[in-house]
């Protein structure tokens, strides 16, 4: 009788230790999981930022040409 108590003890006790050792697993792969996604959104906020900057290097030469031409027009549009 000693010796079957010992054993349930000891099931109760590692499966206890089992729980434990699921539940820390969980924790740690929620954790990772939220690293990834903070790291992903920095990646995209930064793909952004890049889009925009890409865009205003590019629009600004073209809205200054366009700014020029329509100043030479209006200035030298009276002489022909």
């Keep these: 009788m000693t010796r079957n108590l010992r054993e349930v003890v000891a099931a109760v006790q590692a499966e206890r230790r089992a729980k434990i050792v699921a539940a820390y697993r969980q924790n ?3 954790k990772k999981k939220k690293r ?3 790291v992903a959104k920095r990646v995209l906020e930064l793909d952004r930022n890049l889009i ?3 865009v205003l290097i590019t629009a600004l030469p073209i809205i200054a040409a366009l700014a020029w031409m ?3 027009l209006a ?3 009276g002489i022909q």
């Design 36 to 38: 990834q996604l903070v």
């Design 70 to 72: 329509l100043t030479a």
């Design 28 to 30: 740690l792969i929620a």
């Design 75 to 77: 200035v030298g549009g």
């Design 52 to 54: 925009v900057i890409a």
